[in-house]
Structures are given as C-alpha cells and as structure tokens.
C-alpha cells in the first residue's frame, strides 16, 4: 500500500487523466485511447479512494455521473436522476455483489435479468398521452441536452405508442455494424467505432445528418410515469410493458435464477459476441424484483441492485516500475517492463515486452510512466502507448546496457538491425533459452522437461547443451529436488522416444536465427527431395547443407536472404558441426516428409469455436503434420475454416467469402 502522501499525488494524477478522458468521450464524442483503458485508470481510482477515504473529493470521477454540457443545444432538466452502474470484470466480482445482496433480501430467493449491454449513448424518451414529445441525452444524470429532432429520425421508434401513457423511457442509442462499415467506407471521415458515430450523430444539429446514419433504439426502463396500478413490478414486467407499447427492446435479454447460469451466458457471449449486429462490452444484471431492488436502495452515484459486467479487456492501463533485460536463445537483449499486476484480456499482467531500444525511443517510454498495454489470445502483452500528461517529473530515462547483464560480454548491434544481441555464444542465459526452446511442445516436445527441469539440470552442471539430453541415465536424475523415480523413468522415456521427431521439427528446435516452424518445413521438404529415405541422421542433415551457399537456399520456395545468410552461417559453425555429430551419435533418425503423409499439402486453415474431440492445439500441430498451415483470419486464400462450437466472426466471414467450412466430425475424417 502506497503512503498517503503517495497515494495523493496518483489520486490527482488519475483524476486528472480521467477529467479529460470523460470530456472528450461524453461531451466531444472523441476516444483520446480505449475505453478498456480508462476503466483500468478508474479501478485505480477507486481501489486508492477506498484505501484513503479522506481523500475523495466532489469533483472526483467516481463521484459523478456523464459529462459537461457543450451549450449549442438546449439543455433540459431530467424527470429523475440518472445514475450510472457500477462495474465488475469478471464472475468473482459478480458473486460478491451477489453475496451483497443476500444481505438485504435475508436468504429470499432471487432471480435476475440479463441484458448484452450495447456500445451506445445513453438516452431518455419522454411521451405525453402516447405521444414522443422529447428525447434528452444522460449529460450530468441531472441535466441533459435536448436531442429529440436527431433521436426523432430513428428508423425504429415509434412517435405514438400502442396505448396514451404518459411515461418517461430508457433505452441506449446505436449503430449496427453494418450500417457503421457502410458509413465508414462512403464517408470521408473515418470513424473509430460505431458508439463515436451514433453519438455524434445524436448531437448534430442537422438531423438528415442523423438520418443518413440510421440511429436505431433498444429500450430498458421506464421512469417517472402515469401507469398507476398499471405500473410494472419487475424488470421483465418493463421489457414486456415496452414491448405492448411496441417500443424497441434489446431481444437478446434473459430470465435466470442464479448467477451460476449468468456465468455461461458470459462465456457464451464472449464467443459471439462479433457476430451480433451491434456491438456489446458486457453484460448488464439487474434484480427482476422491483421489492428487492426497493430494499438494496442505492449509493450516491449507482444502484446496489444492478451491475455492469464488463468482457476482459485486451487492453488496460499500469504504471511500469522497473525495465530489465531478457537474454533469448539468438543473444538477442529484449527489455521488459515490469509493471503493476492489472487484469488484461482474462489473465493478470505484471510483465509486457517493450520489443528493443530503439521502440522504447520510438514511444518515449520511461521507467514510472503510466500505460497502455495490450494483450490479444496469446500474443505476449506489449506497451501500446505511454499517457504523458500522468507525469510527475520523477519518471527516469532508461539506457540499454552495453553489455550482457547475465554473463557481462560485450553486445554488438548490426547494422541495420533493431536488436542489440549478447556476443558471447556460451552465455548461461542463452544456454537455458536453447535448451527450452528445444524440448517444447513445437520442436522435440520432450514431455516432463519444461523449464523447471531445464534449470536443474544445468544448474547441477548434469547437461551444457541439448545434446547431453541424449545420454542421460536415470542415476544423474534420481537424487535431484521434485524427482521420484517414476518421474526420473517418464522423463528418459520421452527423451528417447523424441529420438524419431519429423525432421522438421528437429529443424525448428536447433533455434536458429529466423528459421519458425514454416521455414523449417520447407527445408525438411526440400532435404526430402535430396535423399531416397525414410529417415535421417542429423549429420546426414549438415552433409547435405553445409556446402549450401546464399544462392541455394534462396532458391527453395518461401526462403530469402535473410533467412539463407542465417542458414549458411550455421552451418558453417564448427561447433554446430559437432552438436549434430553429438545427435548422430546419441541415435537421432528423423522422419522424413512423405506424400502419404502430406496430403494436407498446401492446404490452409483458419480454426473458429470450441473443439470437443481435441484440443484447438493439438488440432494446429495435426494439420501442420499433415503438411497443412494454420494462419489467424479468413481470406479468399483459405482453403477450409474449422467451425467449432460457438463459432465467433470467423465463420461468418467464411460465408461471406464462399469459404469452405468443416465441422468437427468432417474435420476429424479429413485428418483420418
């Protein structure tokens, strides 16, 4: 916990930041950076607040509701106060609110509403005798400003209701994603997403401008009202009320009675959420019964029965405490920013890449600034954008380190390249990086030797280099720290059984500079077309390509320069020369490619859903085997697209693409 005097300092920071983000959101309709970011900034807030309550002020961004009002359009007084929801981030939360609840309903059984909570702009609809007569945005959730000839052009909203109430409705403004894409690609200003361009269609002053944007309107609560007895006592009552009135309701809401249901609904619309016509955040949970939401009351700024469970963020924002080098396998020095932990698209992050020196100069990155980081499936987090107008004065400039922090050699940089590399080819640290790359899952896939492991065995002086793998007895391993003896007896089976790996695969997993598993591939095929065999020893392999100039590489398929310089200078390397003598010796034979087994051959193929009969992994190494490649978006160039369970946007754009799509079992036949 920070001290007081600390903890002020970032509160006003972060207040500060948060002033200006809601500004430009709600008042200028402009992102100045994600809004998954500024939640992150907000949580801060708040987690510092409730440490030090004395310093919570009136104008702090927890407190308030909506934004300053522009003044060009006229501002009007709302009916009743509008309040905001508070948030959650993920189901952990969501079961202490409901924990929360209990207290006040005394063990009754409660039941709630589930609403996909739709990317758009708050609004308020007012009717008199049936009759809409005025529209008016959230503003300050006391005073909002009067929209109704823009709100009036939604295609989807009716100007007289089914019956002449008179009654004040809640809905949220949108644009659909297609309605977005078309705007986007005929217009001449590009708009961030659809919620910047139906807000700011909202606030137009000429309202063809809105039409032509086709605003549309889902409706979730009904206000200060005339109903009486009529009146609704729950909130699906409302839903089925507004629909009698044939007012625009979200169709996608649902009824459940536990949280434990609302936690698959959550995962489910994880899954499909872009293929839904709009876009979505989360989810809004409301208590069905208006009694019970009578009871729980609210806070000042939101109401204890309602929440909003926002989707893990692929972006947040952390503020970085430390910089320190990461030695790989290639020499190659990566500075990594240590960072305060935040939850970042399902995981915590406490580390994110900053890639080399000259990206830190690029972004102006410095130790104790605050950021933006981003994390996408399993792409490592990175620092995307460094929020300047958070410094203090106090944040240090970093230096990249002339020498190896591990082993203390001098680092060369080429030129040309943007990495600075450690020249020493014994360093401890790259040791360690090649012997793991070298038994992972990819490459030998020794199974029960993962980092861990690799750091004992080098540790204890047992192995230098990966070859020493190979002559391993269970007696070097059974007195070592975590080793039992059916551990020590599965660990030499998978290392021999590694022994008859794909060529390709051995390929991959001597880590040199530039080879990936599809470059790999291509040379085994190649070496495959030079030899009459099934397998092969590795001193086989440097028979064939040690004589190989630039010139002879490039000329195989998928191959340049680059790459070829690389496979030239390794092979030239004595010591290489000896690792494969080593391998030879220990009795590697490797697999070669063959036609029977590379019927997937030039077949590419992009994976959706959830897979029930293996997992989305193994599936990925199975067409690779086959002589197939996956890649991550669909293109008129994919051959087949797997459509699991749930299947997300990639299986609709198969469609639109005229993609040929598999299911599991088709899937599971074409791979025999």
Known sequence: MPNHKAASARINQLKKELIKWNYHYFTLDEELFPEAARDSLKRELEQLEGEFPDLITADSPTQRVGAVLLGKLPKVKHLSRKYSLADAFNMEEVYE?????????????????????????????????????????????????????????????????????????????????????????????QFANPRNLAAGAVRQLDPQIAADRNLQIACYHIGKNNLGDAAPKSQQAILELLQEL???????????????EIEKLYKELQQKRDTLEFDIDGLVLKVNDFDQQQRMGRTAKTPRWALALKFPAAQASSKIIDIQIQVGRTGALTPVAHLQPVFVDGSTVSRATLHNEEEIERKDIHIGDTVIIQKAGDIIPEVVEVLTDMRTGLEQQFVMPLKCPICGSHTVKPEGEAIRRCSNKKCSARQREQLAHFVARGAMNIDGVGEKVVDQLLNADIITDATDLYFLEEGDLINLPLFKEKRVHNVIDSIRGSKHRPLHSFIFALGMRYIGEKTARDLAQHFSTKINKQTVSPLSVAKIFEPYAVEDYTAIAGIGDKVAESLVEWFKEPHNHHLLERFSEAGLELELPQAALSKLAGKTFVLTGTLHQLTRTDAKQKIIDLGGSVVGSVSKNTSYVVVGESAGSKYEKAKELDVATLSEDEFMQMLG
């Open 97 to 189: 609110w409901g924990a929360r609840i209990q207290k006040f309903v005394e063990g009754e059984a409660v039941s709630f509403i589930a609403e996909p909570k739709i990317d758009g702009l708050n609004i308020s609809l007012h009717y008199e005798n049936g009759e809409f007569v005025r529209a008016i945005t959230r503003g300050d959730g006391v005073i909002g400003e009067d929209v109704s000839h823009t709100i009036r052009t939604a295609q989807n909203l009716p100007l007289t209701l089914a019956k002449k109430y008179t009654l004040e409705v809640g809905g949220e403004v949108y644009i659909t994603r297609k309605d977005f894409e078309r705007l986007n690609e005929g217009g001449e200003q």
């Open 246 to 260: 044939n007012l625009p309701i979200n169709p996608l809401y649902y009824f459940y009675n536990s949280l434990k």
